[in-house]
């Protein structure tokens, strides 16, 4: 049998093996956050934020959103899901980034590795915040958004941020090495990426064969010179939890880029940035200029 062939069904057995095993068992468990932690900054950024959250479906996207009073703008945030998943399968992770002033959003593609549907999504948004029926009306801050993304989601946010030059920061957890992206049809490189860009993994057997950490080395060599960049592995973390597992810090380096939080600053900047010191954290290497 062709290998190519083996490769498709080997994808779709991991698409609905995944759905299956989320139907049983979330993604994300909606009291994740709890977890206490000895260093201070990742402690601060793994709780919730300051702001209630509200949620809005608007024309097939995902809406997470800061609850305020007055109209107030926010960064916002495009997450990608990963291979078989939906937005709300992220819910607890996309409600804790808005309770940290971001607007969250998000779609249903179980295939997102192309980016399309993220920039869809971001069409979508963007167009509602010209509409003043809209609960997103005025509500997005244009001069500040980011897309993140996990798994194939972390491919696609790759390719979005390589597409739509008005984003402004980047956070890829666990991209699949080139070998299985290739094998899986699915193209990208960071060679057309200057913005800020995060990319963790984790170091359990799984998580080895999707992101090892000659892919995660080899991504931020492919990252132009003059791109800020951080890599970094979670230590004994599974595939599947690489995102909610590594929330505090992509908070801060959310919150550092598109909301200038100068307390997120001393996690990755400064002469011991709290990470490099970090012992749930290992393989670090810090690029920011």
Not at 104 to 112: R, T
Not at 168 to 174: D, G, M, N, R, T
Request: with cysteine; aromatic share 10%; proline share 6%.
């Amino acid at each position: 049998m062709d290998i190519d062939i083996l490769w498709r069904i080997g994808e779709r057995l991991l698409r609905w093996g995944t759905r299956a095993h989320c139907t049983v068992m979330p993604s994300v468990y909606p009291s994740y956050n709890r977890n206490q932690y000895s260093c201070p900054i990742e402690q601060k950024y793994h709780v919730s934020g300051p702001y209630a959250v509200t949620y809005h479906a608007i024309d097939g996207t995902h809406a997470f959103i800061p609850d305020v009073a007055q109209e107030q703008s926010f960064p916002l945030v495009v997450m990608v899901n990963g291979t078989g998943l939906k937005a709300l399968d992220y819910a607890p992770v996309f409600e804790h980034l808005a309770s940290w002033g971001f607007i969250v959003i998000g779609n249903d593609d179980p295939s997102a590795w192309n980016g399309h549907s993220a920039l869809a999504s971001l069409d979508i948004a963007l167009q509602h915040n010209e509409d003043k029926s809209s609960p997103l009306y005025h509500r997005i801050d244009l001069q500040r958004m980011g897309v993140a993304g996990h798994s194939q989601g972390a491919i696609g946010a790759i390719n979005a941020a390589s597409a739509e030059k008005r984003f402004k920061v980047l956070y890829a957890a666990s991209c699949p090495q080139a070998k299985l992206a290739k094998r899986l049809h699915w193209t990208y490189s960071l060679g057309d990426i200057h913005v800020p860009t995060m990319l963790s993994a984790g170091t359990w057997w799984i998580e080895r064969q999707i992101s090892p950490l000659a892919s995660l080395e080899h991504l931020a060599s492919e990252l132009p010179a003059s791109t800020p960049m951080l890599m970094g592995r979670i230590n004994g973390i599974e595939h599947r939890y690489v995102l909610h597992q590594g929330d505090a810090y992509m908070t801060a380096w959310l919150r550092y880029w598109l909301a200038n939080d100068m307390q997120a600053a001393p996690a990755f900047l400064g002469a011991a940035p709290e990470i490099l010191n970090n012992p749930r954290w290992i393989d670090v290497k810090i690029a920011l200029k």
